[in-house]
């Protein structure tokens, strides 16, 4: 008989050790006290299952079988019959889809299964009892501690999946463990996340030990030992997420961001627009003395942020995305082509330095925009021109896109 407050106190540590379920636990714990049986007293093929009783603390073992016919197993007798050209000619023709060996160890066949249950089904396992030990040699209990270990480093595995697959596309906080190779390794708590190097914010600086918030990317599952979360805090939608969690009239639906186009450390141009009647969306954003707005820039290094009202009107859109430049006039052309004339004293301003405010304004709009002095209209300006490349536009749609996956 087991000990069973100690079983207890022994499976409530270490389920809260590894944040796992009590059940969880229970059933890593028979798996290697089966498998420990398997390795003194049964066949090596066998399937041994073990119970514990947590009312009695008594240990149940038993032989598991699955009921089999010929279309779900191949026989070895007729194995044995068939040429071994025929046989290689079948198993070229079945492939991936060959059925398993008929193994008497593992398989029942239904006539023998419904001789010792009438309504046994093919595919149902059937139990037959074994006897009870309870003392198992060293090499048994060197398997058993291999398989409890492996058992809960798996559920482990598939909680903090399960866990952090509900936050993806969601911001968390964690703290900078290591720096390697320009890749920041972060505790999340029960798991670690990289943010690889080319999601990191240029020119940001990073310190262990310092708490900071990443948008999760995704979860990779395909790991050897526990699964891989990635982190960003270069992604557009890391912008939307914080906005969101700022601004209560963009988590309420009241406010919406329509589209967006950054440079991360740089610059990020969002455009707004409002659901509702008399609310205003920049103003909402930007919040009172532009605390909310300033809220953001520093938690991304003191990158700046334009909040911009979204227009249906090309023009006034346009003229708009320019910003913090005042635009004089918008001549809108065919094919999503636009000339924009401005004072000479905003011409860098609208163009801004190596042209990244037009470019922000051209991948914001989505048009390709020409920036020109309203003194000099025939005159094309250094850094003057652009528009948004092929893919690297975030409109509206993309972005409701991009939500829809996450």
Not at 392 to 399: A, D, I, N, Q, R
């Amino acid at each position: 008989m087991v000990d069973l407050k100690s079983l207890n106190r022994l499976i409530e540590q270490i389920a809260e050790e590894k944040g796992l379920d009590k059940d969880k636990v229970l059933t890593a714990i028979e798996d290697a006290v089966a498998a420990a049986y398997k390795k003194e007293y049964s066949e090596r093929d066998a399937w041994v299952k073990c119970e514990f009783s947590l009312k009695t603390g008594k240990m149940t073992f038993s032989r598991v079988k699955t009921v089999v016919d010929e279309t779900t197993v191949r026989m070895i007798e007729e194995e044995a019959e068939k040429p071994a050209e025929h046989k290689k000619e079948t198993e070229q023709k079945e492939g991936e889809e060959l059925l398993p060996r008929y193994n008497p160890e593992r398989h029942i066949l239904i006539k023998e299964a419904k001789e010792i249950k009438k309504d046994a089904q093919l595919g149902e396992e059937i139990l037959f009892p074994l006897e009870e030990h309870q003392d198992f040699g060293r090499i048994a209990a060197q398997v058993a501690k291999q398989v409890v270990l492996q058992k809960l480093r798996e559920a482990e595995k598939s909680s903090i999946i399960a866990e952090f697959k509900n936050k993806e596309g969601e911001i968390i906080s964690g703290v900078i463990q290591r720096i390697e190779r320009g890749n920041v390794y972060v505790n999340l708590g029960r798991a670690t996340g990289v943010m690889f190097f080319n999601e990191t914010i240029p020119g940001e600086f990073y310190k262990i030990g310092e708490r900071k918030r990443f948008y999760l990317l995704a979860v990779q599952e395909e790991t050897k030992r526990l699964p891989g979360v990635v982190l960003s805090r270069t992604h557009p939608n890391f912008i939307i997420k914080l906005f969101e969690m700022e601004v209560p009239e963009i988590h309420d639906g009241v406010v919406e961001i329509k589209t967006l186009s950054r440079e991360a450390g740089s610059r990020t141009k969002i455009a707004v627009a409002s659901s509702i009647e008399g609310v205003d969306p920049v103003g909402s954003c930007i919040g009172q003395k532009g605390i909310r707005v300033m809220t953001i820039s520093d938690e991304l290094g003191q990158e700046k942020i334009d909040v911009i009202q979204w227009s249906e009107d090309p023009a006034k859109f346009i003229a708009a995305s320019l910003s913090p430049a005042k635009v004089k006039s918008t001549e809108i052309l065919p094919r999503r082509e636009a000339i924009v004339y401005v004072a000479d004293d905003q011409l860098s301003l609208a163009i801004g330095k190596g042209g990244q405010n037009v470019r922000l304004a051209a991948k914001l709009t989505t048009w390709k925009i020409d920036v020109r002095s309203i003194s000099k209209p025939e005159e094309v300006q250094e850094g003057g021109i652009a528009e948004a490349p092929e893919g690297e536009v975030k409109t509206e749609e993309k972005l409701e896109e991009s939500s829809e996956k996450e």
